[in-house]
């Protein structure tokens, strides 16, 4: 589906092109990308990229006294490589976007990423309704993932966007605002999609049901200028206070990864004797988020809390983390204060999932000199059973983060950024926890790291 959707936008775009009057080359602006427009004015054509070089050092403290490690880890990587073709005609009211992913990681994910990054088209039914089908950002993530990637106010995104977000989904969106009284503005969001991220592999089936989601935006003092609800910083230095407050919530039926962002990574079954089929855990997400902006301040706080429905007649799994891959087996196991041992599929399913609570709370001030300076807190705080006890991403629990940006121009065509960022596990294990995850072992350290990234757009 969405390769048909790259060769539709491909195509609208050149049909667009020939049978407009004429195509007219924009004045150019740094950072704003190459417009193209007819000369009736009803149709536009944007190209826009732009690339993130980053420096990465880190070092590890741990908490046992006896163990010392004293070595630095230094990378470099091109971190976010972005190429984005959009279109909009005015009548009868079409737009598009084809957006690719040129570099090699996600948020905090060390994956490779799928290269096609956005592949939808979109309807204006009138000026307060639209609906989108395609591959998109989904609005059922926390509001950062919602924000543009090079508006952000800190080199990466926050470990609650890392912990929770599905990032892109493949589906139908539904779009709505509403004006109630002089100023304040409801904007609500549906959407229905295959629950399995993006389309990193088109040729993989899609396990389980469909996903449910919902957002609702309530912005008291009107909209935010120059699209500031989707960018970080407070660039246009809002001249009076503007406020989001916004809820979401989703449901998946039938997940087959940690949080919806791939399909096939773990299979639960129940056979008896030549009967089989699928129990896949149905997998919820609620969040609440606020945004404040005025006079170069921006405040952005953000709450996700996951929670899972686990089939109680679960006989067997098949799973990539497992010992064979390949071979559906009738065995659950786990380490259990650092002794592998049985336990029932229910604790095993919980285990492989991202299931808990997060917070994070950032906020930063823009001087005139358009020189940034910011802070982030973030707290993971995960279930008895999940796969954030998991030592080697998410058990330590607290995340401090101070940082310094210095921006070029307005439209973010240069910046160079650079943040400290300190992961504390804290000693805040669940009284409860009953040691690691499914064949992990525990990571009693915090980590010392310090980012420096530069940015460059066209």
Sequence with gaps: MVRCFIWLIIFLSFSNSFSSQSLILGDYIPGNGIVLASTDNNYKVVLRGYSQ???????????????SDNNRYNRFRARRIRLRLSGIQSYPGFSYRLQLNLAESEADDGLLSNVLWDAWLGY?????????????????????????SNTLQLPERSRLTGAFSSIREIGLFYDNRIKIGNK??????????????????????DYGGLKYGARVNILPFG??????QFRQVDMVR?????????????????????????????????????????????????????????????LLAEYVNTNAFIADDITHRNDRYGSDPTQIISSFGAFKENTFSSVNPD?????????????????????????????RFTRLSPDKFSFMNNATFYNRQNCYEIGCSKYFN???????????????????????YEGTDYERSEFDASENIFYLMVQIAF
């Excluded at 999609?193 to 089936?205: A, E, P, Q």
């Excluded at 969040?287 to 301040?297: C, E, M, T």
């Excluded at 307005?410 to 409860?432: C, E, G, H, P, T």
């Design 53 to 67: 070089s980053l420096f990465e050092s880190r070092t590890i403290s741990y908490d046992d006294s006896l163990i």
């Design 124 to 148: 204006n039914i009138n000026k307060t309704n639209k609906i989108v089908i395609g591959q998109k950002g989904t609005p059922t993530d926390n509001m950062e993932v919602q924000m543009a």
């Design 184 to 205: 304040a503005v409801l904007k609500s969001m549906f959407n229905i999609t295959t629950g399995d991220g993006y389309s990193y592999n088109v040729n993989s089936r």
């Design 223 to 228: 909209l935010f200028r120059n699209f500031g």
């Design 238 to 298: 809002e001249l009076t206070p503007k406020l989001l407050i916004g809820f979401s919530g989703s449901f998946n039926n039938g997940m087959s990864s940690r949080r919806g962002r791939r399909n096939g990574d773990f299979l639960f079954y129940n056979i008896t004797g030549s009967d089989t089929s699928l129990r896949l855990p149905n997998y919820i997400k609620i969040g609440a988020d606020l945004l404040f902006k005025y006079r170069g301040f921006s």
């Design 347 to 375: 604790e095993y399913v919980k285990r492989q999932l991202i299931l808990g609570s997060g917070f994070n709370i950032q906020a930063g001030y823009l001087f005139k000199s358009l020189l940034s300076l910011d802070g």
């Design 410 to 432: 307005k439209n973010y065509s240069f910046k160079i950024q650079a943040s400290y960022r300190f992961v504390d596990d804290a000693k805040l294990r669940l009284q409860n």
